[in-house]
């Protein structure tokens, strides 16, 4: 199963990627944890990059395309993937066909998860960090608030603050909407209801994918 998951910043594309991958055997590919690495590695690769990110400017295409393809050539993967945060751009896209025909591989869908600003804002402004451990609550689930001297040191991350959200929000629009509307003409595009609990829509990325695989 080979599969492309899309959705905004505080969408729960995490939490639905970790299900995919226990549902089908699958690994998780974030394009971030790979751009992370990469920095970190202290490669030439990864020095370039890193000049992107501190200038505040987005990856070149063919860099992100690299890290990809090294990543989807590791031994974990037999039996497929689910991969966030790429493609990001129309060239991206193209490129990630490239990379799939070469390696005999087939995108099986492309997972939009669909959550109103509304609710992404709620979610995120609620969220709240454990600088001790990195771990993430939300104070809108109460089966979710740990013990009261963890609540005491915890922190809001100054990207879940509202305003900086909506902003990240109507760059994730303006950057993947084109990507989203060309995925829709080539006939990937599952749509799913991103609301709710995770278990919930992790049900009806189930019945949504089920239905797409079985009429493709």
Request: charge should be negative; proline fraction near 5%; glycine fraction near 8%.
């Amino acid at each position: 199963m080979h599969l492309i998951l899309i959705g905004a910043p505080g969408s729960g594309k995490g939490t639905q990627a970790k299900r995919l991958v226990s549902e089908f055997g699958i690994v998780h590919i974030s394009t971030g944890d790979m751009l992370r690495e990469a920095v970190s590695s202290g490669s030439d690769l990864g020095e370039l990059i890193s000049t992107y990110l501190r200038a505040g400017h987005l990856v070149p295409d063919n860099h992100v395309t690299a890290l990809v393809e090294e990543r989807v050539d590791r031994g974990d993967v037999p039996d497929g993937f689910v991969i966030d945060g790429y493609p990001r751009t129309i060239n991206q896209i193209q490129a990630f066909a490239d990379l799939m025909e070469v390696r005999d591989r087939r995108l099986d869908a492309v997972i939009r998860i669909d959550v109103p600003d509304v609710a992404v804002i709620s979610r995120m402004a609620n969220r709240r960090v454990d600088p001790d451990t990195g771990r993430i609550y939300n104070l809108n689930l109460k089966t979710d608030w740990p013990s009261l001297d963890i609540m005491e040191r915890l922190v809001q991350r100054d990207d879940d603050r509202p305003s900086v959200i909506q902003q990240r929000l109507n760059t994730y629009r303006a950057e993947t909407e084109p990507v989203i509307d060309q995925y829709r003409r080539m006939g990937n595009l599952v749509e799913v209801d991103g609301a709710g609990a995770p278990d919930e829509v992790f049900e009806r990325v189930q019945r949504e994918l089920s239905s797409f695989t079985e009429g493709t």
